[in-house]
């Protein structure tokens, strides 16, 4: 399974992003699919997964009523929608599908 994460940037705080990530090699839809992320000398983080239907997500409390996850299982792509962002959400985002990582999108939240 290959992942291909995008959509990271450079954004002001109050700002969004949108990650978007790609899965070649295996249908999506037979996974439960998440998002992670690491800031620099931290741990990686769980963020927010979906089941593999997408009628049932989890989010971390740092970022529930911000984030937001999707899946697109036709296109085998998953996202991140991430509004309000603050600057504690700086971070390399990955995502995770059946245990593979893709190779991660920073995501820098500064003024």
């Known amino acids: 399974l290959q992942l291909v994460e995008s959509g990271g940037g450079l954004v002001q705080p109050g700002g969004s992003l949108r990650l978007s990530c790609v899965s070649s090699g295996s249908t999506l839809g037979d996974y439960g699919i998440g998002w992670f992320r690491q800031a620099p000398g931290k741990e990686r983080e769980a963020v927010s997964c979906?089941?593999?239907?997408?009628?049932?997500?989890n989010y971390a409390d740092s970022v529930k009523g911000r984030f937001t996850i999707s899946r697109d299982n036709a296109k085998n792509t998953m996202y991140l929608q991430m509004d309000s962002l603050q600057t504690d959400d700086t971070a390399v985002y990955y995502c995770n599908v059946g245990g593979d990582w893709g190779q991660g999108t920073q995501v820098t939240v500064s003024s």
């Open positions: 979906i089941s593999s239907s997408g009628g049932s997500t």
